[in-house]
């Protein structure tokens, strides 16, 4: 790994009215590293990943991003038309529903061509020949390249969703429960897929669960997150197979359980 983070966030709270829903919440992501949020609903998971993204600015707190150049930038006090230009070049969002991360009413391979073009790509045919080689890539059929994704099935349209998020080869990618609504054996390819594209990638992800089984799956590491605070962090198997934590041990034995 890379001596610097691509991503810190030091000290971050946030509230709303009573509820704190951040406290004091220091993290690091390397490059090309898999992190897992994981938590119960309400402990502050979600709310974490849109502060990182910079959806959400906190009451207190920075995130700083490490760009290709080696230098950093404050993703909170850039301007947002710069913040939009880096979600649409270096970063990138995968949402639980797929109708949030894709264009409903343009084709599967317009989806996936917009992105190309807004990194610059302007060539017609090769926008097109790349959009098809990314839908095989996410086991959709070149031949629905021109198919809208509302008639695609909720499977199709997240893998429709992860080839227009991972065509530009993004450095860095938020995932919220990616998996979350899908059927158990769609879940599982749809695991085994992304797997294999960030490792193919090298990408750094950010990913967001509640499903212990795939943070085993994905991550290298493993942040526990209750009431808004992390009281359990370190490698994967060490967090599940040795949880320190009295709410992490319940985490895993809930899961042993069912």
């Given at each position: 790994?890379?001596?610097?983070?691509?991503?810190?966030?030091?000290?971050?709270?946030?509230?709303?009215?009573?509820?704190?829903?951040?406290?004091?919440?220091?993290?690091?992501?390397?490059?090309?590293?898999?992190?897992?949020?994981?938590?119960?609903?309400g402990s502050g998971k979600s709310t974490l990943l849109r502060v990182l993204a910079g959806e959400t600015r906190p009451d207190a707190g920075s995130?700083?991003?490490?760009?290709?150049?080696?230098?950093?930038?404050?993703?909170?006090?850039?301007?947002?038309?710069?913040?939009?230009?880096?979600?649409?070049?270096?970063?990138?969002f995968v949402h639980q529903d797929p109708r949030d991360g894709l264009r409903m009413a343009v084709s599967a391979g317009g989806n996936v061509g917009?992105?190309?073009?807004?990194?610059?790509?302007?060539?017609?045919?090769?926008?097109?020949?790349?959009?098809?080689?990314?839908?095989?890539r996410v086991e959709i059929p070149r031949s629905r390249i021109d198919d809208a994704?509302?008639?695609?099935?909720?499977?199709?349209?997240?893998?429709l969703q992860i080839a227009r998020t991972l065509v530009t080869r993004p450095r860095l990618v938020f995932m919220d429960e990616p998996t979350g609504g899908l059927d158990v054996s769609v879940q599982a390819r749809l695991l085994d897929l992304i797997r294999a594209l960030v490792?193919?990638?090298?990408?750094a992800v950010i990913l967001v669960t509640h499903d212990i089984a795939a943070a085993r799956l994905l991550a290298h590491r493993m942040v526990v997150m209750r009431q808004g605070r992390v009281v359990e962090e370190g490698l994967t198997d060490r967090v599940l197979d040795d949880p320190r934590h009295p709410y992490t041990q319940l985490l895993v034995s809930s899961v042993l359980a069912a």
């Open positions: 790994m890379n001596d610097e983070p691509i991503l810190s966030a030091r000290g971050l709270r946030l509230s709303f009215g009573a509820v704190r829903a951040l406290d004091d919440v220091s993290i690091d992501l390397w490059p090309g590293e898999v992190l897992a949020i994981v938590g119960e609903s995130v700083t991003y490490g760009d290709p150049q080696g230098g950093t930038r404050d993703v909170h006090g850039m301007t947002e038309a710069a913040r939009r230009r880096l979600a649409r070049t270096e970063w990138g917009e992105r190309l073009m807004a990194v610059g790509d302007r060539h017609y045919g090769n926008i097109r020949e790349e959009a098809a080689r990314w839908l095989e994704p509302r008639l695609f099935s909720g499977g199709m349209r997240q893998r490792a193919d990638l090298g990408i």
